[in-house]
């Protein structure tokens, strides 16, 4: 099985790409009705992360923590992005793989995106709910159940799911966000079930650069459910970052 598994699609002149993480239970298909609408405002790099679809699959929960996803995505960024500039968009779990993947670039001092764009998700997911079960065969049946409430487009293998979720249920990242320094478009659905509105507040109060725009009555999956009102939020937001380029970690 290859290690990756990305698609490329939309405008291929478009100075700009971006790159699209999806959550824990989808896979790049959420990202579709989004995409599709914004097809001609830029070059989309849409990843199966892994585990999922064709994407290189592990046998442990240890070949899912949230570094092991941000290195994968600098993985796809360092093939996959030719435009001058690029935007990082993550949704739900897409968030936390985000923000990990701007620590390992800063580390590694690499290309940094010109833009963010956050959508229902969290910095610290040992407060969210997402699943109640921490067994496997419990959390198993519990994932099941969420598919058909979320109403995925295409869901992921449960096994990797239940992996991930054994992974990064523990993890706080709120002490990455001061460093963050990139312009930052969050997206939050005012009725989120799975990551409450609170967890988009804390996101706006540690990023820096940060822009919250709240979707009135909004739930989880907002990018199937809302999803005029998303590509207007990220058209308007790319198109008014003044000085569009890639910035690096060094500067």
């Known amino acids: 099985m290859q290690k990756f598994d990305v698609t490329i699609s939309g405008n291929d002149h478009s100075d700009v790409s971006i790159v699209a993480i999806h959550g824990i239970q989808g896979t790049r298909s959420s990202w579709e009705p989004v995409a599709k609408l914004l097809q001609d405002d830029a070059r989309w790099i849409k990843p199966n992360l892994r585990g999922r679809a064709q994407a ?3 046998s442990q929960a240890s070949d899912y923590t949230l570094e092991k ?16 500039n690029f935007v990082l968009a993550g949704w739900s779990m897409g968030v936390s793989v985000t923000l990990a993947t701007i620590a390992l670039l800063q580390r590694e001092k690499l290309s940094l995106p010109g833009a963010l764009i956050l959508m229902s998700g969290s910095p610290v997911l040992q407060q969210t709910k997402w699943f109640q079960q921490t067994d496997y065969e419990p959390l198993l049946q519990e994932i099941a159940a969420r598919e058909v409430r979320l109403g995925l487009r295409e869901a992921a293998d449960r096994d990797a799911v239940a992996w991930t979720w054994q992974a990064i249920r523990t993890t706080d990242q709120r002490t990455l966000l001061p460093a963050i320094d990139i312009p930052t478009l969050i997206v939050h659905g005012s009725e989120d079930e799975d990551s409450p509105l609170a967890h988009a507040q804390l996101l706006a109060q540690g990023l820096p650069h940060a822009d919250l725009r709240m979707i009135d009555g909004g739930k989880h999956n907002i990018l199937n459910q809302n999803t005029a009102r998303v590509a207007d939020e990220m058209r308007l937001f790319i198109s008014m970052i003044p000085t569009f380029g890639v910035t690096h970690a060094h500067q």
Do not use: L, W
């Open 56 to 58: 290189f699959r592990g």
């Open 69 to 84: 996803f941000a290195s994968d995505i600098a993985e796809v960024i360092a093939t996959s992005v030719t435009t001058p």
